[in-house]
Structure formats: structure tokens, C-alpha cells
């Protein structure tokens, strides 16, 4: 794909906004919130232990690369994390942590490895903000719903595509791709959440590890779009189902937290930005469109599901909320071709330039649902 000089721009743009938001105050109990300074060669953490609840990471990238901090429990399950920290940019997470045990944090220079690790103890009785609010019970019930619907739908259509793929029906494939493709993006902050499933699954082959085998939808993408059919086409295939059915059985079985809806939100949003608005996520088959929306749809249910919460707290915010995702949805829909949209590539500059400033627009109300959950 040639480069594109304003995608580029649209990115920047995006990072520097998340960055701004990040700044803003945050909720962070009574020991405030825990700075964390990360280097290309260090993670420094300025406390390593905290209580249960709500857990603020203030994180400053004082190193050359883009960067990322994570919180993992046990088998590296993500219970919180921040992408794209430019150099000299700061990002805030809000996690809730629901039980005392032994996690850890990690920075990622270059966004890549198991990153930079350190011990992270939290103690005190296990707790849960659903446990005495029931609107964010409710809310946090919904959204399992809605996961387990785009799961169930995961599944089928990934079945269907990789069939196509293994019988060499090539066009048939083609078609199933971004179909099946929707469902994982819907619900993507969810899936990440697994250990090393995520880049099995969804890993393009510039960012995975070195050594790494390149595998799952982009590696077919690229196979059907690119080089043809191959003779482990239909290996991999068989491993992006087996894997699939993996996640989806994880996705039902997690007990997700109010702040996860929250920030997966904002989440879905910087998918957007970093590989939609570039082009960068389907370079063989340039269906970013079908992502991008899915992205937004994902983002859009995990903020209806907390509505009632967000409302009784900050209405405002709600109204602003509403008023950038319409905007967003329609420029959205004047690419629609057919049941699907237009290849990425058959979109204008100018074009492009919209949709990253309705993204752009959009989020900076969406960071600030995890502080008005938090409250």
C-alpha cells in the first residue's frame, strides 16, 4: 500500500490527544496515584503494592520509544493496560483489582516482548464495586451478554471461513474474511486479555516476536490476497479455529469488572488509531472499514451497557458522548458498499482525514468514562 503521509498525521494527532487526556485528574484513593516512569531499558514503578479497589497508574514515557504499561494476574491475563505512549507523553490507567494476591506490571519499549517486569502485591479484603451498586452489576452483566453473542458469532463464521479456506474456495474465503473478522474486533479488549492468544490470532506479521511463527487471520489474509493459496494454508486455518474456540471459551467464563468496560472502550478507540486510520491492520485486503466500524460498535456497547451509571454521575458527558458517536457513525456509513464498505485504499485523503477527526473528536469524552466510573 503507498505511503500515506496524512494517515500518518491522523496517528500523531490521535496519540498526542490521548496523551492530553491522560492528564487530566483522576480519582486515585487515598494514596493518590502510582507514578510510573518508564525508560527503553527500565519500568520504574514508584509503589509496588496497593489495597484492593481502584488502582491508579500515572505512566511518563521518559525513554525514545513508543511504549506500554500493563498490570497482569496469573498466566499473564491483562487486567489493565495503556498502548502507544509516545516519548515524553503521559497516560493514566484505572484498574480495579477485586481480590489481594501477587501481580505484575510491565512497560513494553516498542510496544513489543514480554516487557519489563516487576512484583506488584496487593493486599486487603477482596471487594468488588458491584458488590454494593447495582447499576454497575447490571452493567457489567450486559456487556457479558453482548461478549458472549459476538463470541457465539466468532465462532461460527470463523468455522465458515476457514472451511471456505480449506476447500480452496478462494473468493468464498475472501468473503468470510472481514464477516468473521467483525465479531473478534467487537469484542477485542476482551480477547487480549488471554496471554499469547491474541497474537496467534490477530498478530500482523511486522509486529509479531521474532522467531515467532506468523499465523491466524492476517497470515490467510495475506494468502489469499497476496500469495495464493499455500500448502499450510489449511494448518493454519485449522490452528486460527482451534484457537478461536480457545478464546471464546475464556470470554464466557471471565468476570469482567466496571473499569474494564471502561477502558475497553477507550481501548477499541486507539485500535482505530493506530491501525485503521493507517491502513496498517488489513494491508493485503484493505477491509479496514469493516474493523474500524466493529471497533466502534465494540466501543459503543461497553458504553451503553455502564449508560446509567455514566448518566446519574455526569449527564453532560453522556450528551457528549452521544453527540461524537453519531457523528462518527455517519460519516461511517457513507462508505458503505453493499452489506460491507468500500476498500480502505478507494478512500480520499480528505476522507480519511474526516473519520480521524471524528475519532479524534470522539476520544476525548471516552477517557474520561473510566474516572466518572471510578468515582
Known amino acids: 500500500m503507498p505511503h500515506h503521509p496524512l494517515r500518518a498525521a491522523a496517528l500523531g494527532s490521535l496519540l498526542l490527544l490521548a496523551a492530553a487526556c491522560g492528564n487530566e485528574a483522576t480519582p486515585a484513593g487515598a494514596d493518590g496515584p502510582i507514578a510510573v516512569e518508564a525508560r527503553d531499558d527500565a519500568c520504574k514503578v514508584a509503589r509496588t503494592s496497593a489495597k484492593t479497589g481502584n488502582v491508579t497508574f500515572e505512566v511518563t514515557n521518559k525513554g525514545s520509544k513508543v511504549t506500554e504499561f500493563y498490570l497482569f494476574a496469573e498466566g499473564d ?195 482505530v488509531a493506530t491501525g485503521k486510520i493507517t491502513g496498517e491492520e488489513d494491508r493485503y485486503s484493505h477491509t479496514d472499514l469493516w474493523d474500524f466500524r466493529a471497533n466502534v460498535d465494540g466501543s459503543q456497547a461497553a458504553v451503553a451497557a455502564l449508560r446509567p451509571v455514566i448518566q446519574e454521575r455526569d449527564a453532560a458527558l453522556v450528551a457528549s458522548v452521544d453527540e461524537k458517536f453519531k457523528a462518527l457513525d455517519e460519516l461511517l456509513e457513507k462508505h458503505r458498499a453493499g452489506d460491507g464498505f468500500k476498500l480502505y485504499t478507494d478512500l480520499s485523503e480528505d476522507e480519511v482525514k474526516a473519520l480521524a477527526a471524528a475519532v479524534d473528536a470522539l476520544g476525548e469524552p471516552i477517557s474520561r468514562v473510566a474516572e466518572v466510573v471510578s468515582r
Open 77 to 271: 491475563r491483562i487486567l489493565g493496560e495503556v498502548e502507544n505512549i509516545g516519548p515524553g507523553l503521559t497516560r493514566r490507567l484505572i484498574v480495579e483489582v477485586t481480590e489481594a494476591g501477587e501481580l505484575e506490571t510491565a512497560c513494553k519499549p516498542g510496544m513489543k516482548g514480554d516487557g519489563i517486569r516487576g512484583k506488584f502485591t496487593v493486599s486487603g479484603e477482596g471487594r468488588k464495586a458491584t458488590d454494593g451498586n447495582a447499576q454497575l452489576a447490571e452493567a457489567t452483566r450486559s456487556y457479558q451478554r453482548y461478549v458472549n453473542s459476538q463470541a457465539d458469532s466468532l465462532l461460527a463464521k470463523t468455522t465458515e471461513f476457514v472451511d471456505a479456506v480449506k476447500a480452496g474456495e478462494v473468493e468464498d474465503a475472501k468473503a468470510l474474511f472481514p464477516v468473521a473478522r467483525t465479531y473478534w474486533e467487537r469484542i477485542e479488549p476482551v480477547a487480549e486479555s488471554f496471554g499469547d492468544l491474541d497474537p496467534k490470532i490477530d498478530g500482523r506479521e511486522d509486529v509479531i516476536e521474532e522467531g515467532v511463527e506468523f499465523t491466524g487471520f492476517h497470515r490467510l489474509e495475506k494468502d489469499l490476497w497476496q500469495d495464493g493459496p499455500q500448502a499450510d494454508s489449511a494448518a493454519v486455518a485449522d490452528r486460527l479455529l482451534a484457537d478461536v474456540k480457545d478464546i471464546v471459551t475464556q470470554a464466557k467464563a471471565v468476570e469482567l469488572t466496571p473499569l474494564q468496560l471502561a477502558n475497553g472502550a477507550k481501548e477499541l478507540l486507539d485500535e
